[in-house]
């Protein structure tokens, strides 16, 4: 890397905090000096440092593994912590907090609810009435190899919620499932110790908010942060769903 | 007032806040978890490489067991663990890894037949039995006897997170996000909960219960370059301290992980060298087996970063604008397995350092990675000094790791600590009553609302992220991998005064709400005593043990420092903490003191290691015939719940 000369970069962030009587949105610009190797969570920090104390954001991890900052990039959602300013050869950055979550402020989003309330609907835990009874002194249950790869792959999901923010489909229809419920239930149906039937999953995902109210524009599959296979995960799910209630 | 009573609060939505709330939920107690952030994000999701439980399922991990583990937790802490509570830790991890297995976590498998590793540098073949076929897999990690680490790819941390959460929703255990303890509540020596702020509204609630316990993670951001999440703050630990009741358990021994990507300092998995990759140099030297013959690169985690600084010292490093740094190369373990088995690292090095780790060397260094120091608490995860205080996970020093944490075993800790702590968080629910006086819960909303309106009406004063900087770069400078007598005496000079001008704190932004200003100048004062902690036990600890070398005093000095470091502040006024030792009997080890196995053994030794070595030799005698349990029970009985008591079963071997 040479030092040549670093750029000014234009930051334009939405500000609004709810909070605060009378606020109302508006776009504020910052200018930061771009260093080597920034990342918009290292221009986000300086910001909030040394120019505006009160801005609203969130990280946890800074390393793309905990699915805390998705925020909208120059129009795109993604996570920030990993997105390198050297991707914009404008300089002009355009923050927006994700759409679809209720607002913190700022750039702060309340993923948490959203997530808690997905994780209830499509009850993403292993339903099994022996799970506590199992003996822990002895061999767990054996599973094939490639049973436990193909459920890490479903698994690697961060709750980022950018394919929520990504989904015209959940925009026009708040209960729709989304691409983030889809991908959990597709991960526990493959699981052999979840002991749930085919029309038990049914009964979650098989109308209009779940699986068949998707106009298959696939927002989720072009922003995924972990290249989950929602595509394909939602093809086998309608699939499975309309072959019947097995 | 705004008052929430429960039996158990939970402070702290990672694996080991959930699993002590899981515990107390299912034994029928009314349970709230408090978190900064949704659960799922906490920082026990970066774990990478895995989980220690000696199943011994892979051809390389045949012939572990619960007392190999031991061996290598013991040698792995520089002796300065607590031998009942790293036996009760490994004798239950089989147990927790298999729970975890029923409740949904997809640990790679083993798979029957040959396969391809890389040993020592070299492409071997290993054959894996028909009857492991299926059970959970294991791979290599530093200073571990055998092939101990079960994972799920580099996502482990992930997919146990994942789990846990998920069960604490089955059971809807609620989970109260963005909400931060800033106080304990207590009255006469017994904690009654925590005053709490609302991050969003910026409202303090007083949460009331006969059982609290903190889970908030390690303090690695004391530091200015950590691996660890910009949340890992210490504040849970910090409220302790303050409490004056609640002491702090060798703080000053801090863990530098040898291959964090520079210069961000974000991890790249042990599981990189577990599974073959090796150190380089600038000339693309591979340099451990120089330093260590015999463990190279899977030394444990202190001696392969204290290599690495002595091999960059020597002008060795790659030097680059962050200055030196040294290579890890893991491209001779195939696209592959790099594609697999090490996706994260394969991501973090795309995403954050433009490279491809298929071709490309990854640029390390070693960084601030784990806090083995926290709320001292007994076997039972209580606080020693505030009843009704309980701690786990990398907040507490329970005190299985010493002075140094062998990979693989913090997230094992986190489970297993959570399952056996929570039984005895429930049985205290159980046995106590729920009794305080309303004056005292006011007392100290009212503490903690001067505090912070103090704050708002400051005009002008300190700057809170500029003295976090500071602090910071103290840490880095003076209290790192290497330490000795100036510095350290420097840095708690230094902090002293940062800890002064930490009480005179303005803020800009003079909101009560969602305020992240007013965040920072909450935790900050709290960081600076934790560091100072860190300093000054460093500063009056004269030896090396584990991670902590002084350069000064660069023998182990079982003689005169074989005891635990107590910090506790008691004096609100004060600069420094009050320091107290608490001895390790040797008398009552079930592996005294001897050497690690790594460089030429210098210890100084105590008389009671060679007495205890002959007693030990004494019951044997006295004892023929007697097998490895009973061996273990007659050296070093141990307290195990009911429920987790009982021999592990292992392939091919049963229950022996």
């Known amino acids: ?246 | 007032m705004k008052v929430i009573y429960t039996d158990s609060l939970v402070i702290g939505g990672g694996l080991a806040g959930l699993r002590v709330a899981i515990a107390a939920k299912q034994r029928g107690y009314d349970t709230i978890v408090l978190s900064l952030i949704p659960a799922k994000r906490s920082h026990s999701a970066a774990a990478q490489g895995g989980m220690q439980a000696s199943l011994g399922a892979s051809i390389k991990g045949v012939g572990d067991d619960e007392d190999v583990h031991f061996g290598d937790t013991v040698r792995g802490s520089d002796w300065g663990c607590d031998q009942d509570v790293a036996r009760a830790f490994v004798n239950t991890a089989p147990k927790a890894i298999r729970q975890l297995t029923a409740w949904g976590v997809p640990w790679s498998r083993v798979q029957r037949g040959d396969r391809q590793v890389v040993i020592n540098g070299e492409k071997v073949t290993i054959t894996e039995s028909d009857d492991a076929h299926g059970l959970i897999n294991s791979r290599d990690f530093g200073g571990t006897k055998k092939w101990r680490t079960c994972y799920t790819s580099d996502g482990t941390g992930h997919t146990m997170l994942y789990a846990m959460d998920n069960k604490a929703i089955e059971l809807k255990i609620p989970v109260h996000e963005r909400k931060e303890a800033i106080a304990l509540i207590h009255e006469e020596g017994v904690c009654k909960g925590a005053i709490v702020r609302d991050l969003i509204t910026g409202k303090l609630i007083a949460y009331v219960a006969k059982a609290t316990t903190i889970a908030t993670g390690g303090y690695g951001r004391i530091y200015s370059v950590s691996t660890n999440s910009v949340i890992s703050e210490g504040i849970g630990t910090a409220i302790a301290l303050e409490t004056g009741l609640s002491p702090l358990g060798n703080m000053e021994a801090v863990q530098f992980h040898p291959t964090a990507i520079v210069p961000v300092g974000i991890l790249t998995t042990e599981g990189c060298r577990g599974d073959g990759g090796l150190l380089l140099d600038k000339d693309g030297y591979r340099f451990m087996p120089d330093y260590e013959p015999d463990k190279k690169e899977l030394a444990s985690r202190d001696v392969v970063s204290r290599r690495m600084i002595e091999h960059m010292r020597k002008g060795k490093g790659v030097s680059s604008r962050y200055g030196d740094h040294l290579w890890l190369d893991i491209t001779l373990l195939g696209e592959k397995h790099i594609r697999k088995n090490l996706r994260e690292v394969d991501e973090i090095c795309q995403y954050f350092l433009g490279i491809d780790p298929v071709k490309e060397y990854i640029p390390v260094r070693p960084t601030q990675h784990y806090s083995m120091g926290g709320i001292k608490t007994n076997f039972k995860g209580e606080s020693i000094g505030l009843k009704g205080l309980f701690s786990v996970g990398e907040a507490a020093c329970w005190d299985m790791h010493g002075f140094n944490r062998l990979g693989g075993n913090s997230v094992a800790e986190t489970v297993v600590a959570g399952m056996l702590v929570g039984e005895y968080v429930a049985d205290h629910c159980e046995a106590t009553p729920l009794k305080i006086d309303t004056k005292t819960i006011e007392s100290f909303l009212e503490q903690e609302k001067v505090k912070i309106s103090d704050l708002l009406d400051r005009d002008k004063g300190e700057n809170p992220f500029t003295l976090k900087k500071e602090m910071q770069k103290i840490m880095m400078d003076d209290v790192g991998i290497f330490r000795n007598h100036d510095d350290l005496a420097k840095a708690v000079e230094e902090l002293k005064i940062l800890n002064q001008k930490a009480k005179n704190i303005a803020l800009r932004n003079k909101i009560s709400s969602s305020n992240p200003e007013l965040v920072e100048a909450i935790r900050v004062p709290k960081m600076i005593k934790l560091a100072q902690c860190v300093a000054y036990g460093a500063l009056l600890r004269k030896e090396s043990r584990g991670a902590h070398a002084r350069e000064d005093f660069p023998q182990r000095n079982d003689k005169d420092w074989l005891k635990r470091t107590l910090a506790t502040w008691k004096n609100e006024d004060a600069d420094l903490p009050e320091i107290d030792y608490e001895p390790l009997d040797i008398m009552k080890m079930e592996l005294p003191p001897a050497s690690r196995g790594y460089g030429n053994d210098s210890t100084i030794a105590h008389p009671d290691t060679e007495k205890r070595e002959k007693e030990i030799e004494k019951i044997l005698k006295d004892n023929p015939g007697i097998d490895r349990i009973q061996t273990q029970e007659t050296l070093n009985p141990v307290e195990i719940p009911e429920r987790y008591q009982g021999k592990n079963e292992r392939v091919g071997r049963g229950f022996k």
């Open chain 1, 1 to 246: 890397m040479n030092d040549e000369q670093n750029r000014t970069l234009t930051f334009e962030i939405l500000r609004y905090n709810p909070l605060i009587k009378g606020d109302t949105p508006k776009m504020e610009k910052y200018e930061v000096v771009e260093a080597p190797g920034m990342t918009i969570f290292i221009a986000l920090n300086e910001i909030r440092e040394e120019k505006d104390p009160s801005i609203q954001f969130d990280f946890v991890c800074r390393a793309g593994i905990c699915g805390s900052c998705g925020m909208i990039i120059n129009g795109e959602p993604k996570l920030a912590c990993r997105t390198l300013t050297a991707n914009y050869p404008k300089g002009v950055i355009t923050l927006l907090p994700l759409p679809g979550f209720e607002l913190i402020g700022d750039l702060s989003v309340d993923t948490g609810k959203v997530m808690r309330q997905m994780s209830e609907r499509v009850e993403s835990w292993i339903h099994d009435k022996e799970a506590e009874n199992i003996d822990l002194t002895r061999l767990e249950e054996r599973m094939e190899p490639e049973v436990a790869d193909e459920i890490y792959e479903l698994e690697r999901c961060v709750e980022c919620g950018l394919c929520l923010s990504a989904c015209a489909t959940k925009r026009m229809r708040e209960d729709f499932l989304g691409a983030v419920g889809f991908m959990r239930l597709a991960r526990y149906s493959i699981d052999p110790r979840d002991k749930r039937t085919g029309e038990e999953f049914y009964d979650i995902i098989g109308d209009d908010d779940g699986v068949f109210g998707c106009m298959t524009l696939l927002g989720c599959e072009d922003y995924c942060p972990k290249d989950l296979p929602h595509q394909t995960q939602i093809a086998y799910l309608r699939r499975k769903m309309a072959l019947g209630k097995k």
